[in-house]
């Protein structure tokens, strides 16, 4: 379900910041633009989309003057209400680049297709969340809060004397929350992925363990080392893995579906000493690895 702003809800955004000089030039205007995001026939929507429709609010109020003063600013800013209320927020960028963006915008340099695409390419990510993720040969939580132990931490190869060969992979993680994301249910998912190269194996066997899953909801301190006040996770997921080749694994950390982190792995094979036929030609071959 959309939400949308309603006049009186930019009348207030226009209100609130530029007090000293707000004031309604046109109330009918000012309807119309909210009411541009709905625009349709028939069941056909001129704007599908969360950012069209944030797009074509923000020109239809930067690019008049329904307002005494503040048409651009209230114009982002109702733009950015609308975004963040339907629970795609903007990532925080330089005051400059935002300005430009809305005199291109108001000024016809930028239509409104274009206006979408920049909102849509400068949303909030969930990668934005992300303070760190690690891949660990062994991590558990401690028994305080927030403090988890490990041993072979950020872990980018193995190397193994055989396979197949069974091991415990874990990736540990810390995500910080924002305000709307209290109150709801947020999943986590870790899973595994072979990085194709041509015809080459699988790197892993295949199984039911492939992807685990967690499910924390924030909560909120007030702590002001927290950020938004609220509690950040701490995560440490396993994954069983059985590997059966040389290769390269990719273990994806996912929230609600959108990617937190692709973190890479190398797979290879300690070469056999005793095949080798001399001590010398083992390094040899080690080296022509490198």
């Not at 950012?51 to 008049?64: N, P, R, Y």
């Not at 990532?91 to 300005?99: F, H, N």
């Not at 891949?135 to 401690?142: R, T, V, Y």
């Not at 929230?255 to 005793?274: C, H, I, R």
């Amino acid at each position: 379900m959309i939400h949308y702003l309603s006049a009186e809800d930019v009348i207030q955004i226009n209100l609130r910041h530029c007090p000293d000089s707000s004031g309604v030039v046109d109330r009918g205007g000012v309807e119309g633009a909210c009411g541009r995001p709905l625009t349709g026939f028939e069941g056909h929507e001129e704007y599908p989309d969360v950012w069209s429709k944030a797009a074509v609010l923000l020109h239809g109020i930067a690019s008049t003057q329904y307002f005494t003063n503040g048409n651009k600013r209230t114009g982002w800013l109702a733009a950015s209400a609308f975004l963040l209320a339907n629970g795609s927020p903007l990532r925080i960028s330089p005051m400059i680049s935002r300005e430009a963006f809305v005199v291109a915008v108001a000024t016809g340099v930028f239509s409104v297709p274009q206006a979408a695409e920049w909102f849509k390419e400068n949303r909030e990510r969930a990668s934005d969340l992300l303070d760190f993720a690690v891949l660990a040969l062994h991590a558990e939580e401690g028994v305080q809060n927030g403090v988890w132990n490990g041993s072979d931490c950020n872990l980018a190869g193995v190397s193994l004397g055989g396979i197949p060969h069974a091991m415990p992979l874990h990736i540990v993680f810390r995500i910080k929350w924002r305000k709307f994301d209290l109150h709801k249910i947020q999943e986590i998912t870790a899973s595994l992925h072979t990085v194709s190269q041509g015809t080459d194996p699988a790197v892993f066997a295949t199984g039911k363990n492939d992807m685990v899953l967690d499910r924390t909801q924030p909560v909120q301190t007030g702590h002001r080392n927290h950020s938004n006040g609220i509690m950040p996770y701490i995560g440490v997921m396993e994954l069983p893995l059985v590997l059966v080749a040389e290769g390269r694994i990719r273990v994806v950390l996912r929230l609600n579906g959108d990617v937190l982190a692709s973190l890479p792995l190398d797979v290879t094979l300690l070469p056999d000493f005793s095949a080798a036929g001399s001590f010398e030609s083992a390094v040899r071959t080690l080296l022509d690895r490198a």
